[in-house]
């Protein structure tokens, strides 16, 4: 029923990372956590839990405190009844770095991770040190108009309408997860044991209402992306990374509201960065974020 912790799952943690349940913002969280140093918090996207970045952590532990929640409703945390609007979420990431002693920490987000990331950022600079955002768009900003010439991807209208996706994907949670998978990494999947991970948490009519939330929120998260870009920039170092298909456009409509702003491109390479591509990701992670060690 909303408002709950989803049952255990099989989902397990890679030597050095450690699975911890931490209340934060009136949600219990599941995160995996490795390392030591400055902070660096990740956070997923769609069809995604924090195994998303499972290829990375390892990389990016070797001088930081990793930090990788499952995202509200989704994976092991709590499926909450709302909240998943980006300013909520945004507030679920600066109180989970609190519940964990972390008073600021380097954020990264892809896809639906990226507008809490950015809202966060904004709103709250001192909580941020440096900010990275992958493969989405930010709501109202210019700058995505080409990506969205043709209209948004089809799953967007038929995620967003309420009751609906849950109602005909129940059932054919593993085919469909499959085919986001399949898609993001250009036709070439995921490990096996990933795949299992993400397509059992998002099995079940309530792991999906969850998922769609993010989507139903599309028009709350414009509105509120627009209201904080009115009377704030980002300060921090920020890196925008593209792939297929958003490429340049994050990029583009991150420029004129950053103050210090970096962007890459990484060629043959599918919208699910971090397991299509950790070989190009990590490099470019651990560059941005090697000034920030302490």
Known sequence: MPGTAPPPTSDHAEAGTSLHRVAANGIENNVAVAGKGPAVLLLHGFPHTWRLWAKVIPGLARHHRVIAPDLRGLGATTRAADGYDAATLATDAEELLTALGEPSAAVVGIDAGAPPAFLLALRRPGRVRRLVLMESSLGPLPGA?????????????????????????????????????AAGTRGHGVPREIRDAFAGAYTGTEALR?????????????????DATGSHRL?????????????????????????????????????????DRPDALLPLLTSFLGTDRQ
């Open 210 to 226: 969850c998922a769609f939330s993010y989507y139903r929120a599309a028009p709350a998260n414009a509105r509120q992306i627009q």
């Open 235 to 275: 300060t921090m170092p920020t890196m925008a990374i593209g792939a297929h298909p958003v490429g340049a456009a994050l990029e583009r409509q991150l420029r004129p509201v950053t103050d210090d702003l970096t962007g890459h491109l990484i060629e043959d390479c599918g919208h699910i960065i971090p397991l």
């Open 145 to 181: 108009e080409d990506f969205f010439a043709g209209g948004p991807p089809w799953w967007f209208g038929f995620h967003a309408v309420p009751g609906l996706a849950e109602t005909v994907l129940t059932g054919h949670e593993a085919e469909y997860v499959g085919w986001f998978l």
